[in-house]
Structure formats: C-alpha cells, structure tokens
C-alpha cells in the first residue's frame, strides 16, 4: 500500500502543554479535501498515536477533529507533569516530530 | 466595523512590542488596554518561589509607555495574573512598579488591585466537603500536599474585574486571572456576548502569536461588535489569517472546540472564521455556557528540593557507546557514599531522549557527539552540590569498557562546571475547586497612586 507522510500533508503540526499534566497535538490540513480524507478513514487515530509515542491507550485522552480550523486535536498524558524533578520538556513544545515523520496510508487521487 | 475595541500590545507583560505598532493601535481609538502578565507555562518554580520569570527592567519598560498612553487617553488599563503567577507577593511586586513608573513621571492614577490568594482553610475545607476535583491525569488532592504547598491561588473569573470597572478606575491589576478575563470584562459590562468576548479574549492574551508570522512581542487590535469579533495585526510584518486565528483557538488545550474556563465552557464548535482583508479575520458563532456549581481552577506549588546541575559534552564514539556502562557505575559510586535515599541524581543525554524522554521514539544514537547534564535534587543546596560534584568527578575518569582515551570523558563548557540552580517545585495543587459564591472571594481594593498618592 502507498503511504505518505502526515508532513506531507499538513501545515502546521505542532505540540504543547494543556495545563501540567496533558500535553496537546494539533495537526492543520493544507486543504480541506486532505483534511476530509484523513476525518473520513480516520488516518490518525489512537493506534497510530499508541505506536508513534509507546503509550497506553489509557494515556490517550482523545482525539478529535475540528472542521471550522481543517484540525485534529490529540490529547494526552504527560509522563511526568510540567516542571516536575523529572520533567524533559516544561512547556511541552517539543513532541511532535514522530507525528511528522509517520507514515499513514494514501493511495493516488 | 463599529464596536468595542480592545488593544493587546504583548503577548506578557514585559516581553515588549515595537512603539509604531503600539501607536497605530492606540491611533485606532481603542476602549480599553489589556495585558497579560502571566502564565504557568514557565512550570511551578515562579508561583512557588514568589517572583517573576520576566525581568523587572523589562516588565517597567513596557508598563511605563502603557500607563503614560492609557492615561492620556483616558482609557483603562488592565493587566491580568501580575507578576507573573499572580499570588499576592507577585500582585504586590507588579503594583510597586506601577506606582515607581507614576511617581517617576509625575503622574497619578486610580488603582483597582484585586489578589487572587485562596486561604488554604478555605481549599482544605472543601476537600472534607468532598468540592475539590483533579484534571485528566492528575492526582487527586490530599492533605499532605495541601500541608507542604507554599501558596494558593485561583483563576478568577470575569466578576472582580465586572466589579473593578463598576467605578471610575485607571489601572486594574488583576492576581491570578483566566488569560481572557482582562479583555473580555469591558465587552461583557457594555453588552456584549461573552462567548464572543471570552473567544476574543482568547486570542489577544497571546497578542501577536496569533497572528502569521507569529511573534511574542507585538501590538494586536480586536474589535466586537452583536455578531462576530475582528482582530487586525498593528504591524506591516504580519497579518491574521482564517488558519492562524482558527489555529489559536486550539492552541494549548485539551478539546478542539469546548474550552472550560471560570464558571463555564467556551464553545466554538459552531465558529466561523472569516478573511475581511488582507490583515483581518472575522470570528462569528462563539458561544458560553454557563455551568453549575461554579468551579474555580486552583493552583499551587511546593518546595521538593534544591538542585545542581553540571553541563558536560561527549565526542568519544566508544565513550558514547558506553554510556548506559558509565552512568550505571558513577550511580553506584554515588550509592557507596550518600546511600540511594533522599536525593535524584538524573543523567539527562541530548542527543538521544534529551528531550522527549520515555516518549521518544528513536532507540539508537546517531550524532557524533552528545551533551549531558549532570541533575541532582537533594533537600538542601550544599547536599546537591556535593553529590552532583561526586557524579561529575566520578564520570570525568570513569574507566568503561574498550576505552582509548584516558586522560578525562567528558568536554566541560564552564568553569566552574557545577551549576548551584537553587530551590525546586512542583505543582502540589492543580484542581477544580466548586465555589457557592465567586462574586465575593476575591473583593477589589481601590487605592490612588503615584504623585500625591497614599
């Protein structure tokens, strides 16, 4: 099956704290025909995010997809919270890059 | 388009903006200021220790031509979560410079200050009431973290400003604050819906982060009006666009289009965001929904230690090929003489999950060198430094398997190498709080300021 970066299809993917204990993915489709093709075959789901970042589904808080910004909001438990002793990353804008080097299936148009 | 116009000239007070901006914007007839001075992105360590992550020259650079513009104009000025974290010491640091800038001009000015400090009594009866509640993935509250937390604070919600603006007043200086409150309460007591409010609000806390390209210190102008909002750049270098507005409106929480807030939930699930010219957007269909019981969200923070680090760099392939060897034999001589209890001691390695820890995803190093931050917390300065320094000293000469070079590991950057980093906290409250009566747990209190001023 042909893949293709969610880079690729994306203009903004991006990461950040939602208060100390989640942190927040966005990802802003380049058109909204893209966009509707990944919502309709949900190409990013809690699969896909249980592998790109080894987590628990239950570290997943959820995924959703907001039409009006061509969007999908993924929400999940950070490791540690923000600032604590063991904390990597306080305001949390660092994560993204395994989102935008996965690969998701994509055929020809 | 005819409405209320609110100018945000700083995404935080202190951060600064470029003066043609701010002069276009205050040349536009705004109605009011608003600023946010705050956030508890920088982590537990400012509302913890009592100061400011923003230095005082820069905070008085910037509040120096707002109070002077806002004076002259005869518009409020109102600033959100001073200080930083918005506790009383931070409020009262803020209010300090406000009255120096005064005094320093000549000037004087009718202050509304409004603390936003939560008796610990207060939070740890509604504990026993069983009114505290955690976030997603936090802890629930227990006695023991409330006993050792140094300060308490609440994101107020619109009502004290409501109050504040109820009397003539020049500068409103906001403790703790729901970043929208400060630009929404004007709108809000003149009539307008405070989704619309609170959704603008939104936006121009961050001032030109929102806009593209974005930029942390530089003047944005919003407008509302019965339907909708626009919000306009102040600067040739940027514009708003349908993706950047819709963009910030996502920006750092949890749900795409249901953001709670003080009393209630912002939802934009219905909104429209709408090009009006080249450096405008429109925002229609934001709506509020008021919920019951009122809920505040508290925050506070406690002491867990002091820390030491030392910064240190690898360029030897064998040495970095080690390094799993090496930090396990400098724990264990650590062990032999402080023992394994009362202290961290974190090996923290750039260049292979430096940053993303037990998220990251890749499983090998591939660079030709790496950094490493030698990170200690132990309960008191002296302790940190003594076992950072023992880690440190440990490493330099390690003898790891297959090792060529034996003269020292590691490529100090400074002298001396050992950084005494002070005090360390954690966020030891972060919980919703139901509240019977929000209108009175924060009272405003009025003052004058500045020349003859008390």
Redesign the interface.
């Known amino acids: 099956m042909k893949t293709i970066r969610i880079a690729d299809l994306a203009?903004?993917i991006r990461s950040?704290?939602?208060?100390?204990?989640?942190l927040?993915l966005?990802v802003?489709f380049k058109d909204e025909e893209t966009y509707r093709k990944v919502r309709e075959r949900r190409l990013i789901d809690r699969a896909l995010i249980r592998r790109?970042?080894?987590?628990d589904d239950d570290?997943i808080?959820?995924i959703?997809y907001?039409d009006?910004?061509?969007?999908v909001?993924v929400?999940l438990?950070?490791?540690?919270?923000?600032?604590?002793?063991?904390?990597?990353?306080?305001?949390g804008a660092?994560?993204h890059m395994?989102l935008v080097d996965a690969e998701v299936p994509w055929e020809k148009i | 388009m005819n409405g209320m116009r609110i100018l945000s000239p700083t995404a935080i007070l202190g951060y600064g903006f470029p003066r043609d901006s701010f002069d276009r914007g205050m040349a536009a007839g705004p109605d009011a200021i608003a600023v946010d001075a705050g956030s508890?992105?920088?982590?537990?360590?400012y509302l913890g220790s009592g100061t400011c992550f923003v230095a005082r020259a820069a905070v008085r650079r910037d509040l120096e031509i707002l109070i002077s513009s806002s004076l002259e104009a005869g518009i409020p000025l109102l600033i959100g979560t001073a200080g930083g974290s918005g506790a009383k010491p931070h409020v009262d640091w803020c209010v300090s410079l406000i009255d120096e800038v005064l005094k320093a001009n000549g000037r004087r000015a009718r202050v509304a200050r409004i603390y936003s400090d939560v008796p610990k009594e207060t939070v740890r009866r509604a504990l026993r009431d069983d009114r505290i509640r955690p976030?997603?993935?936090?802890p629930p509250l227990t006695d023991e973290s409330l006993g050792r937390t140094s300060s308490i604070v609440a994101q107020i919600g619109v009502d004290p400003i409501l109050q504040a603006l109820e009397e003539p007043v020049d500068i409103v200086v906001a403790g703790r604050a729901y970043d929208p409150t400060i630009f929404a309460a004007l709108p809000i007591r003149s009539g307008f819906g405070p989704g619309l409010a609170t959704h603008m609000g939104k936006v121009l806390e961050c001032a030109a982060i929102a806009a593209t390209p974005g930029s942390g210190r530089d003047c944005v102008i919003g407008t509302i009006g019965r339907e909708g909002f626009v919000l306009d750049t102040l600067s040739p270098l940027r514009n708003f666009t349908e993706?950047s507005v819709?963009?910030h409106?996502?920006?750092?929480?949890?749900?795409?289009?249901r953001l709670p807030g003080p009393g209630g939930c912002l939802d934009?699930?219905g909104?429209?965001?709408r090009q009006v010219s080249d450096t405008a957007v429109e925002v229609t269909g934001s709506r509020f929904e008021t919920s019951a019981p009122y809920t505040l969200k508290l925050e506070g923070a406690a002491l867990?230690?002091h820390r030491t680090i030392a910064v240190a760099g690898v360029r030897d392939r064998i040495m970095i090929e080690s390094l799993d060897e090496v930090f396990d034999g400098v724990r264990h001589s650590v062990q032999d003489s402080f023992g394994s209890q009362g202290y961290?001691l974190?090996f923290?390695t750039y260049g292979k999950?430096?940053?993303?820890?037990?998220?990251e995803?890749e499983g090998t190093i591939c660079g030709h060198e790496v950094g490493i931050i030698f990170d200690v917390?132990a309960p008191t300065q002296d302790e940190a430094d003594t076992i950072c320094g023992l880690a440190r000293s440990t490493a330099l000469h390690y003898g790891y398997s297959g090792r060529i070079a034996t003269a020292g590991n590691l490529a100090f950057p400074f002298s001396p190498s050992d950084i005494s980093a002070g005090p360390?906290?954690?966020?030891s409250v972060?919980h919703l709080m139901e509240v019977d009566k929000p209108e009175s747990m924060f009272p405003v209190e009025r003052l004058t300021m500045g020349e003859d001023g008390t």
């Open positions: 203009r903004i950040k704290n939602a208060g100390p204990y989640e927040t966005d802003f790109l970042y080894r987590v570290q808080s959820e959703v907001y009006p910004a061509r969007a909001k929400t438990a950070r490791p540690v919270p923000s600032g604590s002793v063991n904390d990597t990353d306080v305001y660092q994560q395994p | 508890t992105d920088p982590g537990p360590a976030l997603p993935f936090g993706e819709a963009a409106t996502l920006y750092e929480k949890a749900h795409p289009f934009v699930s909104c429209r965001f867990v230690g961290q974190n923290r999950d430096g940053v993303m820890g037990p998220l995803p917390v360390v906290y954690e966020f972060y």
